[in-house]
């Protein structure tokens, strides 16, 4: 029997404004970002070269959400991160001149040839344009690209306003289109929220598949026979697969891989250390600080790092989570004898994968390896798609990937009041789309920027940021300036009046989505 695993990676971005003055009031979550390119994207296109070379096939599951696709393809973004690169660079020969430990320089040489190599890759290899390169990964068939929405809502709470999730779902499908020229197959439920009928407007836009947390199979009343193993559809064939909801736990728990000792320590950056005027031209003085990517320590501060020890670790956990995998196979083919295959899905979002593990991708590329070497059969979601009608029915069950299951972290004490403006500001957003149907010129320019900004507003991340505490400010500013933007277009259409130069001076910050209809939030008759 074949025994299949698929893994799935979905990034995690939200639209960050950068430019002119914002460039510098944003200057840490454009640095996290710029961290991201780094140590994540271009990674990846390095792993799969490195697959490729050694003639390891296989084939991954990865999202790349359409605020990320326009950051992207930016000109600004991408020489804001040439800068971000040479400013790293700089600051790289400053501390070989500072450090007094023959191990610290040597770390200090490395980091700084890792960055020369990745503005070499990125200017040279790339031209700076990171789409194409992953479209090429496509091509090689390496990466199965996978649809989401045009911002990652929680869809259960707009169970009600069935315009607003269809809105988001074609949105998101458009932006695929002009991104990657292609139709993709799979689609990613933002947070794995799951309600009863979304199965209906994901297959009304011609995605085959989509991925749940296993709650929702394994807490249905027809819970398929083979659970999580083998693939399941929902009434109308919409294909479903289940990801294992104790991952995120096993990889950043307690005594999760990502915490083993011999890794680095992402917290032990000089850039929370060192004296701003130590710091520059990474960090201004006056600015806020940031990661500047040199750090020195392991995981728990007791020694040095070591990359040769990290990356040998990576090599025994990518061979006990293989293992491990493998052995679940084994037994669930054991009970399922009458099957062709059973498979086991491992869906990340980017958060609970690569932040704060900076040998993630070394990790991931030594799991591919291991689990060809072992056998398994290391396949995308569309390479199951196969049986699509014939599996097994089944009736999902509400759940979510957050919280406790049921996403209920989008809807605590600390955020609970954004709801109200969102779902206020949706209802006006199809009431706008009705009454304006055949409108052009500024109208139809303040209506599409409305519904841009309203998309901005429902971004899951904000809420789960201002939730945890992690960046709550930063959340609660970006949220009300999305919101006073909406509600400022809504009053001018009241009104029958506009400033030119605002609508103007806001298109440019909030330059995302150029081909914007207002119309998708039409009602569907």
Request: glycine residues 6%; contains cysteine; negative net charge.
């Given at each position: 029997?074949?025994?299949k695993?698929?893994i799935?990676?979905?990034a995690?971005?939200d639209y960050?404004?950068?430019?002119?003055d914002?460039?510098?009031?944003?200057?840490?979550a454009l640095s996290?970002f710029?961290?991201?390119i780094?140590d994540?994207?271009?990674?990846?296109?390095?792993?799969?070269?490195?697959?490729?070379?050694s003639?390891v096939r296989?084939?991954?599951?990865?999202v790349l959400p359409?605020?990320?696709?326009?950051?992207?393809?930016?000109p600004?973004?991408?020489?804001?991160y040439?800068?971000?690169l040479?400013?790293?660079?700089?600051?790289?020969h400053?501390?070989?001149?500072r450090?007094d430990?023959?191990?610290?320089?040597?770390i200090?040489?490395?980091t700084?040839?890792?960055?020369e190599?990745?503005?070499?890759?990125?200017?040279?290899?790339?031209?700076r344009?990171l789409?194409?390169?992953?479209?090429?990964?496509?091509?090689k068939?390496?990466?199965?690209?996978?649809?989401?929405?045009g911002?990652?809502l929680?869809?259960?709470?707009?169970?009600?306003?069935?315009?607003?999730?269809s809105?988001?779902?074609?949105s998101?499908?458009?932006?695929?289109?002009?991104?990657?020229g292609?139709?993709p197959?799979?689609?990613?439920?933002?947070a794995?929220?799951y309600?009863?009928?979304?199965?209906k407007l994901?297959?009304?836009?011609?995605?085959?598949?989509?991925?749940?947390?296993?709650?929702?199979v394994?807490?249905?009343?027809?819970?398929?026979?083979?659970?999580?193993f083998?693939?399941?559809?929902?009434?109308?064939?919409?294909?479903?697969?289940a990801?294992?909801?104790r991952?995120?736990?096993?990889?950043n728990g307690?005594?999760?891989y990502a915490n083993?000792?011999?890794?680095?320590?992402e917290?032990?950056d000089?850039?929370?250390?060192?004296?701003?005027?130590?710091?520059?031209?990474v960090?201004?003085?006056?600015?806020?600080r940031?990661?500047?990517g040199?750090?020195?320590?392991?995981?728990?501060?007791?020694?040095?790092?070591?990359?040769?020890?990290?990356l040998?670790?990576?090599r025994?956990?990518?061979?006990?989570?293989?293992a491990?995998?493998t052995?679940?196979?084994?037994?669930?083919?054991?009970?399922?004898?009458?099957n062709?295959f059973?498979?086991y899905v491992c869906a990340?979002e980017?958060d609970?994968?690569?932040?704060n593990?900076s040998?993630s991708?070394?990790w991931l590329?030594?799991?591919?390896?291991?689990?060809?070497?072992?056998?398994?059969?290391v396949?995308?979601?569309?390479q199951?798609?196969?049986?699509?009608y014939?599996?097994?029915?089944?009736?999902p069950?509400?759940?979510?990937?957050?919280?406790?299951?049921y996403g209920?972290?989008?809807?605590?004490?600390?955020?609970?009041?954004?709801i109200?403006h969102?779902?206020?500001a949706?209802?006006?957003m199809t009431?706008l789309?009705?009454?304006?149907?055949?409108d052009?010129?500024?109208?139809?320019?303040l209506?599409n920027?409305?519904?841009k900004?309203l998309?901005l507003?429902q971004?899951?991340?904000?809420?789960?940021?201002?939730?945890?505490?992690?960046?709550?400010e930063l959340a609660?500013?970006r949220?009300r300036d999305s919101?006073?933007?909406?509600t400022?277009?809504f009053?001018?259409?009241?009104?029958?009046t506009?400033?030119?130069?605002w609508?103007?001076?806001?298109?440019?910050?909030?330059?995302?989505?150029?081909?914007?209809?207002?119309?998708?939030?039409?009602?569907?008759?």
């Open positions: 029997m074949e025994k695993l698929t799935i990676i979905k995690t971005q960050i404004r950068h430019y002119g914002f460039e510098k009031s944003n200057f840490v996290i710029f961290d991201s780094s994540v994207y271009i990674p990846l296109l390095r792993m799969v070269d490195s697959l490729e070379s003639g296989c084939r991954f599951g990865l359409p605020l990320l696709c326009n950051l992207f393809a930016d600004n973004i991408q020489e804001q040439i800068r971000y040479d400013n790293r660079i700089a600051l790289g400053k501390e070989l001149a450090a430990d023959s191990r610290i320089k040597e200090v040489r490395d700084i040839a890792k960055y190599s990745l503005r070499r890759d990125f200017s040279e290899r790339y031209n344009e789409i194409p390169a992953f479209i090429e990964c496509m091509k068939g390496y990466v199965e690209l996978l649809g989401t929405c911002t990652d929680f869809i259960p709470h707009y169970a009600d306003l069935k315009e607003i999730i809105a988001q779902i074609e998101g499908l458009h932006a695929y289109k002009q991104f990657f292609t139709v197959e799979g689609f990613w439920l933002p794995f929220g309600m009863s009928g979304v199965e994901i297959k009304a836009y011609g995605y085959s598949y989509t991925v749940l947390d296993a709650r929702s394994l807490f249905s009343e027809n819970c398929p026979p083979a659970g999580i083998y693939p399941a559809r929902t009434d109308n064939s919409l294909m479903i697969l990801r294992d909801s991952l995120p736990s096993q990889i307690e005594g999760g083993h000792n011999a890794y680095r320590n917290n032990r000089i850039g929370y250390e060192l004296s701003p005027a130590q710091l520059e031209p960090v201004e003085i006056g600015s806020a940031c990661a500047t040199f750090k020195y320590w392991n995981r728990d501060s007791s020694g040095l790092y070591n990359r040769e020890d990290a040998a670790q990576t025994a956990d990518a061979e006990a989570f293989v491990e995998k052995a679940l196979l084994d037994e669930a083919a054991d009970c399922l004898p009458e062709d059973v498979s990340f980017s609970e994968l690569f932040r593990w040998e991708v070394a590329e030594q799991v591919l390896r291991c689990a060809v070497k072992n056998g398994l059969d396949v995308s979601g569309n199951m798609l196969e049986k699509q014939s599996v097994a029915k089944f009736t069950y509400y759940s979510a990937g957050l919280g406790d299951g209920e972290s989008l809807l605590s004490s600390k955020n609970c009041w954004m109200r969102i779902r206020k949706c209802e006006r009431d789309a009705e009454r304006f149907p055949n052009t010129g500024l109208r139809t320019r209506l920027l409305g519904a900004e998309m507003s971004s899951l991340s904000l809420a789960k940021a201002i939730d945890s505490s992690s960046y709550p609660e500013r949220f919101i006073s933007a909406f400022a277009v009053d001018s259409l009241g009104s029958n506009v400033s030119t130069e609508l103007t001076t806001m298109e440019m910050q909030d330059a995302i989505f150029p081909w914007m209809n207002y119309r998708i939030f039409s009602k569907k008759h």
